[in-house]
């Protein structure tokens, strides 16, 4: 299979959004209180409504007949190419809302600046995202800041959650080479362009959460590539199994 | 002849417009199509009608049934080789919603999107006047609601909860 640019980053964005909108579906009927049910429950159907988009558009570029149930279900988990944050455990609230911040707090800008991507679809997609990605950024700072700045349980779960999915953020801003050459076609934003405004958001609300984000060497890497942690494939066992007992069965 | 052709063409297209723009939506009964701005053209080309929608909120669930309910009350007008497509950009907002659009939506119980949906990111405050007595004494209780375009106010005047249609 040949992978365009424009192919491999439209499915990278794809893979992001469904992989993390399941992560948050996992969230119903669990959630702490009746609001966050349906926060959740809307975070994940902002994200899955978008990776639906990404797919199609995926399967189009392609021209290889895959729609987007077949790139989201029937695909191989080395063929997957979501960064490996979106597919850790949901852990506690507190590791859900840190995960949640670091993605939207990356993807707000990013979907801005893909508003005026050279792709007419990418651009009708990411208008939409960029609005649906302020509403993430806002409610999942807002939980992190209580958290944060709460009891001392609360105070210590939320910095455990930094701690551990801190490592995964930079893979955010990673760029290969397909990255560069769609970034050099002007199809998606250079992610080290939307640093600035990343490093902003995340000090803002860890400043009032009172967190500290922990000192690292290096960070986390392989989920564009297809390498992904052990949590991937137990995700993709749920995700995938009505299409694997079912093939081909549709709504 | 040819421009009795044009003006025949021109007067079923004002016909298909006006009968797909009549669809509601599933979730939100009062408004049409055409007060949401979601019903974007209809083109007819060699005795084909084409109906082209745009989605609202990329997950919203109510698109599906937008299509196939444009599809059918096309085809009981009796027009025929009806097709829905949906397009993506440029993106849909809710200043796109029409005036009239907001009158039904706040008669209906519902507080209408605020005009020009704004850029705010991290924090900052919102006033929304509530439908039911219109004061603007209210509070959100959460930005995330029945549905994906809504949000869940209270007023503090009257305390009836309500539904705030988000700006996007």
């Known amino acids: 299979m040949t992978e365009t640019p424009l192919f491999l980053v439209t499915l990278r964005l794809a893979d992001d959004a469904l992989i993390l909108g399941h992560r948050l579906s996992e969230w119903c009927g669990h959630a702490p209180v009746l609001e966050e049910e349906l926060a959740l429950a809307n975070l994940g159907l902002d994200l899955i409504g978008q990776a639906r988009s990404l797919y199609t558009h995926a399967g189009a570029i392609e021209g290889a007949g895959r729609d987007e149930d077949g790139l989201a279900y029937l695909r191989r988990e080395n063929e997957y190419r979501n960064v490996l944050l979106v597919e850790q455990p949901n852990g506690d609230f507190a590791a859900t809302m840190v995960r949640q911040l670091i993605y939207s707090a990356f993807m707000h800008p990013f979907h801005r600046a893909m508003a005026s991507s050279k792709d007419a679809t990418l651009a009708g997609i990411a208008a939409k995202a960029e609005k649906e990605m302020a509403y993430h950024v806002r409610h999942s700072a807002e939980w992190v800041i209580r958290l944060g700045d709460g009891t001392e349980e609360s105070h210590r779960r939320a910095q455990d959650a930094l701690d551990a999915l801190w490592p995964y953020a930079g893979e955010l801003f990673e760029v290969d080479a397909p990255m560069r050459a769609a970034i050099e076609a002007g199809l998606v934003p250079d992610p080290e362009s939307l640093r600035a405004t990343f490093d902003a958001t995340m000090t803002e609300a860890l400043a009032e959460a009172t967190l500290t984000l922990p000192k690292l060497g290096s960070f986390q890497t392989g989920g564009r590539a297809g390498r992904h942690t052990e949590h991937m494939g137990f995700l993709l066992a749920q995700l995938q199994y009505m299409q694997r007992t079912y093939p081909n069965a549709a709504w | ?168």
Not at chain 2, 133 to 146: D, H, L, M, P
């Open chain 2, 1 to 168: 002849m040819g421009a009795a052709v044009s003006l025949d063409l021109e007067r079923q297209r004002a016909e298909a417009l006006a009968i797909a723009g009549e669809v509601c939506d599933p979730e939100v009964p009062v408004l049409t199509i055409a007060d949401l701005g979601v019903l974007r053209d209809v083109r007819i080309e060699n005795g084909r009608i084409e109906a082209v929608i745009t989605p609202t909120y990329s997950g919203c669930p109510a698109m599906n049934l937008i299509a196939l309910n444009v599809e059918v009350a096309l085809e009981e007008a009796g027009f025929t080789n009806v097709k829905v497509t949906t397009v993506l950009s440029p993106a849909w907002t809710t200043d796109w919603m029409s005036e009239e659009g907001k009158a039904k939506l706040a008669a209906y119980g519902i507080a209408p999107p605020r005009a020009k949906a704004g850029r705010r990111a991290l924090f900052g405050e919102e006033v929304v006047a509530c439908p039911r007595c219109g004061s603007a004494n209210t509070q959100k209780v959460s930005e995330f609601g029945s549905t994906a375009c809504k949000a869940h106010w209270r007023c503090r005047a009257c305390a009836e909860p309500f539904d705030y249609f988000k700006c996007l």
